[in-house]
Structures are given as C-alpha cells and as structure tokens.
C-alpha cells in the first residue's frame, strides 16, 4: 500500500527566501504526481503535475522535481512571499488506479 | 474553465436528517472522486466513479451513498449520520488517460458539513 510522507511537517520563514518542500512515497510505480496548495477551510488548488516519464516541472517561481527511483519529490518556491502561507501537499496515484495518496502536508508561513 | 462546483458550501443537520451534496464539472472529465477531510489531516479518498460507474468505495459507511447520474454531476446522500462525520467534503475530478490511468486532479471548493 502507497505510504507518502511530507518534510518538513511545518516550516516559518521571512519573506524573500528560496524553499524545499520535500515529498517521498513507498511505491514508485506511480503513474504522475501532483502538488497542490490549500488555503485555510478552501479546496485543494492545483500547483505542479509530473508525470512519470519527467523530471521536472516549472510554473513561475515554483519548481517541482520527480525522482521516482528514490521514491522522492521535491517542491523549490524562489523567493517566497506572505501570499504563499498554506497548507501544500503531494500526492500520487498508482499506475493503474485513481486512488490518490496524499502526505500529510506541510504548513508553511512566510512573514513579511 | 478548470472548473469543480460544489454546493452547499455549508450544511448544517441532525442525526436523523436526509441531505445531499453536489458537485459539477464542465471539463469533460470522466472520473470523479469524493474525499473527507477533518481539521489539519490530508484528504482521505471515499468513493471514485470512472465513466459514470462506480470503480473504487474505500469501505465507507452505508449512511453515506455516492450516486453520478451523468458525467458532469456527482452527488452524495447523507443520512443517519454521525457527529464524527462533521468534516469538509471534498469533489475533484480529472481525465481518464490510457484507461484508468488519471490525468491531473482538479478539486471544488468543498463542502462543510456539520453533524449535531
């Protein structure tokens, strides 16, 4: 069964910094995984999807890379702004199914 | 238009209360999902419809019955519930690619039930 873990589980840091948010899974066999962002009491929006076959992928200051041997993602905001305080989470469906893991999330606040 | 709508945003109901939630999609997407979610968790998957049928029920108690009576809607029927069932309710939908494989995962704004 399709464990994903998220670290850091919280992370507070001043506005301007670069980031890592990191992602891992216990099975690799996995066909895409996604990042997404959550707003307090919101849904789940979008962010980043890589598919297997990548390595990388990028929207405006945001970078996602995929390691699917190491059973790991990573997720690089550059220069962070209050704006980007939420809740961002990964997840990853197996390769031939729909149910969608996620990791517990890490809670970022970037203070002005 | 990435689109998921849910309504209602709020509910409030008793233990011996009927209600439904509603989702809607105009993307063309053939799978749809339920999810739930309490307070600082993940979302926890509860049902996932793949072309209009229902392909994966995550053993989810009976008082909750998921219906899609077309591709863009997707309900769920409440009833009986308990006040540990209070959560944010959670429709997404996505792509079918190469079979059951999904594409990316599109979620509504959710609803927030609670249970007195």
């Known amino acids: 069964k399709q464990e994903v873990t998220q670290i850091p589980a919280a992370l507070s840091v001043p506005e301007g910094e670069n980031l890592v948010l990191n992602c891992s899974f216990t099975d690799s066999a996995i066909y895409n995984l996604q990042w997404f962002r959550q707003d307090p009491g919101k849904g789940l929006t979008s962010l980043l999807l890589i598919q297997s076959s990548q390595r990388e992928q990028t929207s405006g200051r945001l970078n996602a890379s995929l390691d699917k041997s190491s059973g790991r993602s990573t997720l690089y905001i550059a220069a962070s702004q209050p704006g980007d305080s939420a809740t961002y989470l990964c997840?990853?469906?197996?390769?031939?199914?729909?149910?969608?893991?996620f990791g517990p999330g890490t809670r970022l606040s970037v203070l002005p | 238009d990435t689109e998921v709508t849910q309504t209602p945003k709020h509910l409030v109901m008793g233990m011996t209360n009927k209600k439904s939630l509603k989702c809607e999609q105009h993307?063309?997407?053939?799978?749809m999902y339920w999810y739930k979610q309490k307070a600082k968790k993940p979302p926890e998957l509860m049902f996932v419809?793949?072309?209009?049928?229902?392909?994966i029920n995550e053993s989810v108690p009976s008082r909750f019955s998921p219906e899609c009576p077309n591709s863009s809607l997707l309900n769920l029927h409440l009833h009986a519930l308990q006040p540990e069932d209070s959560a944010l309710y959670l429709c997404?939908?996505?792509?079918?690619?190469?079979?059951?494989?999904?594409?990316?995962?599109?979620f509504g704004e959710g609803s927030r039930l609670t249970v007195l």
């Open positions: 997404a939908s996505s792509q079918l690619l190469r079979g059951p494989r999904p594409g990316e995962l599109f």
């Open positions: 419809y793949s072309y209009e049928k229902l392909s």
């Open positions: 993307m063309g997407h053939r799978a």
């Open positions: 997840a990853a469906p197996p390769n031939y199914g729909q149910n969608f893991v």
